[in-house]
Every structure is written in structure tokens, then in C-alpha cells.
Nanobody, 123 residues
Framework: QVLLVESGGGLVQAGASLRLSCAAS????????LAWFRQAPGKEREFVAA????????EYTDSVKGRFTISRDNAKNTVYLQMDSLKPEDTAVYYC????????????????WGQGTQVTVSS
């Protein structure tokens, strides 16, 4: 069992930055693939970024490449999402997920989820 708790969301203006954190407790954090997804009202949960167990592989959805950076600190059991140059279309609830399998962009591959943190970007 892994418990995930996101933090760092908020209301910002377009062009600003936010850093999301997801703290984990429970079984060996370093054994999991970690990812960030987001869900806007009326839309399905969509992949944002994922990171492999040793940070060797990082994947991003096209719309955030060059603006968002995913990282993890296995000693602190925490995964981060640095979000720069935010746009109104980035507005959503952001969720972190943990997978014991392979790195995937599908939410169905993730075994554990946090409760989400709201990010709102005004124009």
C-alpha cells in the first residue's frame, strides 16, 4: 500500500510558475514509476509527465514539453512537478500516481493515486 499526498497547487496568472509536490508513505518508494496526470472539469484524466525509478527516463505530453519538469527524490519519498510559463489551458486538478509496472501514459497502469491539488491559471 502506498499513500500519496499532493500539495503546491494554487491560483496564478498566466506566465507564472508553480511547483507541485507529492509525498509518499508506505512501501519502498523507489520501486515505483511515478507520474503526474491532470483532469479538467468535464474531461478525462490526461497524462502530463512520468519518471522512471532511477530518473533515467522522463516522458512528457507534448503540450507541456519545455515548460514542465518532473523529478523525484527517493530519499525524501517525494516526486515533484515544476511548472513554468503556465497557461490558462493548464488549469485542472493535478494527481500523482504510482505504478509497480512499466512507465505508461495510461492512468489504468497506475495502482495508487493521491487526492489531487487544484491548479488554476488566469489569463
Amino acid at each position: 500500500q502506498v499513500l500519496l499526498v499532493e500539495s503546491g497547487g494554487g491560483l496564478v496568472q498566466a506566465g507564472a510558475s508553480l511547483r507541485l509536490s507529492c509525498a509518499a508513505s508506505g512501501r519502498a518508494f523507489s520501486n515505483y514509476i511515478l507520474a503526474w496526470f491532470r483532469q479538467a472539469p468535464g474531461k478525462e484524466r490526461e497524462f502530463v509527465a512520468a519518471i522512471s525509478r532511477r530518473e533515467v527516463v522522463k516522458e512528457y505530453t507534448d503540450s507541456v514539453k519545455g515548460r514542465f519538469t518532473i523529478s523525484r527524490d527517493n530519499a525524501k519519498n517525494t516526486v515533484y512537478l515544476q511548472m513554468d510559463s503556465l497557461k490558462p489551458e493548464d488549469t485542472a486538478v493535478y494527481y500523482c500516481g504510482a505504478s509497480s509496472a512499466v512507465l505508461s501514459t495510461s492512468p489504468r497502469s497506475y495502482d495508487y493515486w493521491g487526492q489531487g491539488t487544484q491548479v488554476t491559471v488566469s489569463s
